[in-house]
């Protein structure tokens, strides 16, 4: 079926259901970033395969919104279909909400699958529909379709294991013991638990569920007195089930969340987070009193403990080797004037990772972007989408791994031949933001909102800017994008000692170039005097940063010595377990620079 054959298929499944129009999300149950293939409805309908995007098709219409990542590849990938590509957040572009005002009119309805819709997002399309007399109705008019052609992927079932305490530093008993202390303090006795890295966190879950992401695809539900998890049968052994079991938890079917939350007495007070909770659950929860608010396993993992930051800091330096011994791999092959394509730099780059130990998959797809491929900041090379690298401008790769260890994320921009003053000028800035978010200090009321700006002075300076945060939490051997902290213009959350952060700012210019350099975080704890209590950061990422295409005279005297000191930490921590010849490539691509 083409794009426009499954547009009509849904026109036509809306009709026959009585209503007119279809709304899909990428979104599942779990209101989860990366979804396991059965619930990816969206990319299958559209041709789209970006994250954080909405599909809405009326009887004579349809159109699909992405955020300022995808906007290059969106154009691209619903050209020559019917779909209208929304560049969300863009001047005189409606948002879904406005755009589901003004298209649906008075006894009209629309349908979507309110199990994979948040909850918050449900209830401001029913508003948005309410004004115009128009009603939302959850019903799931696109599965049948899908399933139909024989296309769909099954339900994930892999094999469930337990992290150790000596992995994360807690027994699933610690961690609901810090939960209902959590709830007492919201005025709660309920919780039930649906993002699948609050699950894995909450009882050391992890399993192959989703791509890149070591997680389950379970419910928990956590009350005053018990604890259950919700998970297909036979996923657990019996030695995990019996340690589960040690902490007080049960197991339930996957599907039996609901019908456990109604069994519930009519006292239990839920605490309800709407934009985490799928419509379908939130329905059932607020059948029960309720209390708003954020589930607090998101604030909690936010903050790594000791342990997780000890072996963080052992899975940095492995995945700094795979990277070292990528580059110089790289480097070998150019110079021998192979010809490599973008397809050729994740294989190389997963070679190397699996050389070391511990590593059982990359954290998301490599984005191996070739000169203005780059511009697209999720571009993904594949099939035919596969650019060779020549011998000149940049090479952006953004890759991670899977450790026992950790999880690990970076962004490494390689000149791979002559640039351009334009080239050297827009990676000079970007390094300049890159340093000044990692070299802030700053008081212990500062939020997101706030230390975005460090990163963005040195681009707005010129006028440039980036259409994205810059910078994301990551999980503990876990999603590689994790909250409630981030750097982002609209992020609240004050950031504290332990929690980690990616700094990843860039410039994209649209069939020109893309440049991005990226390093992980931990926030740490600076001290106290008469002023406050002082916070900064230290690097994680343990790669050296191409200092080749600098405007050295650009840089002031406190980046230059930031620069300078990274690379000697990088060279002290890798260095003793490189070879000879590995030492001595990464001492020079170390050495300090100046003007």
């Known amino acids: 079926m083409t794009t426009n054959e499954k547009i009509a298929a849904l026109r036509a499944a809306a009709k026959a259901a009585g209503a007119d129009g279809v709304l899909i999300m990428t979104s599942d149950p779990h209101c989860s970033e990366y979804l396991p293939g059965y619930y990816n409805a969206l990319p299958w309908f559209s041709g789209f395969i970006g994250e954080n995007s909405t599909l809405v098709v009326t009887q004579d219409r349809s159109a699909l919104w992405c955020d300022g990542r995808f ?87 892999t094999p469930c294991e337990l992290l150790t305490p000596a992995q994360t530093g807690a027994t699933a008993a610690d961690r609901i013991a810090m939960v209902r202390a959590e709830l007492q303090k919201a005025g709660a006795t309920a919780l039930a638990v649906t993002g699948l890295d609050c699950v894995g966190w909450l009882l050391n879950l992890r399993a192959r569920d989703l791509p890149c992401t070591p997680l389950a695809v379970a419910y928990a539900l956590v009350t005053m007195d018990a604890c259950t998890l919700f998970i297909a049968p036979g996923r657990l052994s019996d030695a995990d089930t019996a340690t589960l079991a040690e902490s007080g938890v049960t197991l339930r079917g996957y599907e039996e969340i609901i019908d456990a939350v109604h069994a519930l007495p009519a006292d239990e007070v839920f605490l309800v987070d709407e934009k985490a909770t799928n419509y379908a659950l939130y329905e059932a929860l607020t059948a029960h009193k309720t209390v708003a608010g954020a589930d607090p396993i998101f604030a909690l993992k936010g903050i790594k403990n000791e342990t997780e930051l000890k072996n963080l800091r052992e899975c940095h330096i492995r995945d700094g080797i795979a990277v070292v011994r990528f580059q110089m791999d790289l480097e070998k092959a150019l110079a021998e004037g192979k010809q490599l394509t973008e397809i050729d730099i994740d294989t190389m780059l997963q070679k190397r990772r699996a050389e070391m130990p511990g590593y059982f998959e990359d954290s998301f797809s490599t984005i191996a972007a070739y000169g ?32 026992d260890c950790g999880t690990t994320d970076i962004t490494r921009t390689y000149p791979v031949g002559p640039l351009t003053d334009n080239e050297r000028r827009y990676y000079t800035w970007v390094l300049q933001s890159h340093i000044d978010m990692a070299r802030a200090v700053f008081l212990d009321y500062c939020t997101g909102f706030a230390l975005d700006t460090f990163a963005r002075g040195p681009v707005w300076a010129h006028k440039v800017n980036y259409r994205c945060g810059t910078g994301h939490g990551v999980g503990f051997i876990s999603g590689v994008h994790e909250g409630p902290q981030s750097l982002r213009p609209n992020n609240p959350v004050i950031f504290k000692p332990g929690m980690t952060i990616t700094d990843e700012p860039g410039i ?64 002290e921590m890798l260095s003793p377990r490189l070879n000879e010849d590995e030492k001595v490539w990464l001492k020079e691509k170390c050495a300090a620079i100046g003007r």
Not at 106 to 126: F, H, M, N, R, W
Not at 376 to 399: C, K, Q, T, W
């Open 508 to 571: 994209y210019e649209t069939d020109e170039v893309g440049i991005r350099i990226e390093n992980e975080l931990e926030c740490v704890d600076l001290g106290e005097n008469q002023y406050g209590h002082w916070l900064g950061f230290a690097p994680l990422t343990l790669v050296p940063i191409s200092t080749e295409p600098v405007l050295v005279d650009e840089l002031s005297r406190d980046q230059i010595n930031w620069l300078n000191d990274y690379h000697a930490h990088v060279y």
């Open 71 to 157: 906007y290059v590849q969106a154009d691209k990938q619903l050209a020559g279909s019917e779909i209208e590509c929304m560049h969300a957040g863009s001047a005189g572009v409606p948002t879904v909400a406005e755009y589901l005002g003004s298209h649906f009119a008075d006894g009209q309805t629309l349908l979507l699958d309110g199990s994979c819709v948040p909850a918050t997002i449900a209830k401001e399309y029913i508003d948005a529909l309410a004004k115009k007399g128009a009603a939302l109705k959850s019903q799931d008019v696109a599965s049948p379709i899908w399933d139909a052609t024989g296309e769909r992927p099954a339900l994930p079932d």
């Open 372 to 403: 203005a491929n780059a511009a697209m900041m999720h571009y993904h090379a594949e099939g035919d989408v596969n650019s060779a690298i020549e011998p000149r401008g940049f090479l952006l790769v953004d890759n991670g791994g899977q450790y």
